[in-house]
């Protein structure tokens, strides 16, 4: 009897112990950057619906490595981006107080088919007839101004869930969409006027830019978005330069202008694509223009980031994701301030032989953590605010 008594003791105990509490671990991304841009990127992953690829790997072993490829691509040391930060799949060093983080320190930091690469280098064909190509970095393809006209540079970048209020900002100077992936707008069927440029935004983004991206289905193509940072789509660099070789070279012969990755402002940013466009060369690929992003509240610091873009590489660059927003705390912008640097920097740009286009962060429902007096998309109405206006006018 005692025995039996002792086991239902046991099984009671064991049954109390079975409705104990769970443990629950909350998860914080690394910083607000990170944040803003996997939300950003969970709203382009909704048009997404087929697998990852099968062939895929992390990185590539440097050539002077006698090692397999390695699992992950690990960023120089001051790549790390900056505290403060969130969103499409889009490290963590500290730029300076003015400074972003997936969008980071200053300073230091698209259009018919082109034609192929000779090996020469790069070099403005627009307006000053490409001086600096072979003595810039060297990359192999053409690039460089287009010497088109400067009211159709300004472009959108959309990522809202209802593609027909996009519409709604076709109008005045604006010349091209883009949608942080390989799927157009069906509002932009009707409107040949404006262009529609497709973006490998990542491996997980390969199957469907295959299928979609095919000769006449546009002119220009993006590369790989943020690859230098954890949150984006990180990538090794000479990884890189594989995938690109293997999904988008083969466009250029197709009559595609090729625009390189879109790294972050980062110092760490520039060292990515260094790397890439050195190994892009080696490997005899065509790079027509270089992609840069920008956050930060200095004016001039965003047109020094754009200037060294060009002399360093001798071609003409786009700046597909800018805005008045300093992620590495300290001085933020505030709604003058935001309307001032949009005024200067647009203009700039406007009358800039060597940027192709531009496109601002800001016509979208949610701002994502970027500062809301940076706002062109208001979601009361799907209609534009004054910002907006201004700037699409």
Known sequence: MKLINFG??????????SYGPTQVT??????????????????????????????????????????????????????DVPQPQPQPEQPAEQPPAEQPPAEQPPAQQPAPAPAPDNGNGGGDTGNNGGNNGGNNGGNNGGGGGTGSDPNRKM?????????????????????????????????????????????????????DFVRLVQPGYARTVLGFNEPDHHGQAFLDPYYAVDLWMQYIQPLSSQGYKLVSPAPTNAPSG????????SACQNRGCTVDAVAAHWYGIDSQNFIDHVTNYHNRWGREVWVTEFACHNFGGGQQCDNARVWQFMSTVTEWMKRTHFVGKYFPFGVLRDMVGVFEGNRLYNPANDQPTDLGWAYIS
């Open 155 to 207: 472009g959108i970048a959309w990522a809202n869930p209802d593609d027909s209020k996009l519409a709604n900002f076709l109008h005045g100077s604006v010349g091209a969409v883009y949608t942080w992936s390989p799927h157009k707008p069906a509002v932009l069927n009707s409107r040949p006027d404006i262009e529609f440029i497709p973006m490998l935004w990542g491996e997980k983004h390969i199957n």
């Open 8 to 17: 239902a003791i046991v099984s009671l105990a064991v049954l109390a112990c």
């Open 270 to 277: 520039t060292e990515w694509l260094a790397t890439f466009m």
């Open 26 to 79: 909350a998860l914080s991304a690394e910083n607000h950057h990170f944040v803003r841009h996997n939300a950003r990127h969970n709203a382009i992953l909704r048009r997404q619906s087929e697998p990852k690829p099968t062939n895929r790997r992390r990185c590539r072993a440097r050539p002077s490595d006698n090692v397999d490829a390695p699992p992950a691509y690990t960023p120089p040391a001051d790549s």
